[in-house]
């Protein structure tokens, strides 16, 4: 439950503000009550920068879609059209790193166990 509330409010917050200053702001708040739930700091990273990342081409106010709308010159509603393929895979990535968090830490934890 707490990752489902960690990403709709980073989803909401990565539409209305840029990358770096959410994170600036935000991560330290999130970041002790996520290690407390026994989450991996490096998970809790992914799926911020991933929702962040979406964030930026969600309307109303996502940056980059509104960015890359105004150079093309076509309306925000065909730009996202164009992008949805792209925003639903990276969506389903996203349910697979809250679903599966340790299939993503496996090559990284075989590398270098003493890190994990």
Do not use: Q, R
């Not at 989803?11 to 999130?30: K, R």
């Not at 992914?46 to 969600?58: D, N, W």
């Not at 093309?72 to 992008?83: L, N, P, Q, W």
Request: proline share 9%; with cysteine.
């Amino acid at each position: 439950m707490f990752l489902i509330v960690v990403v709709a409010f980073f989803l909401f917050v990565g539409t209305f503000m840029d990358a770096v200053p959410a994170m600036i702001l935000f991560v330290p708040i999130i970041l002790p009550s996520a290690t407390a739930l026994g989450l991996s700091p490096i998970i809790l990273g992914l799926i911020i920068i991933v929702t962040l990342a979406l964030g930026l081409v969600t309307p109303p106010y996502g940056l980059c879609l509104l960015l890359a709308c105004n150079i093309s010159g076509t309306t925000i509603e065909e730009g996202f059209k164009g992008t949805l393929p792209y925003f639903l895979s990276s969506l389903a990535v996203l349910f697979l790193l809250i679903l599966f968090p340790n299939f993503w830490l496996a090559i990284p934890k075989a590398i270098f166990p003493a890190l994990f």
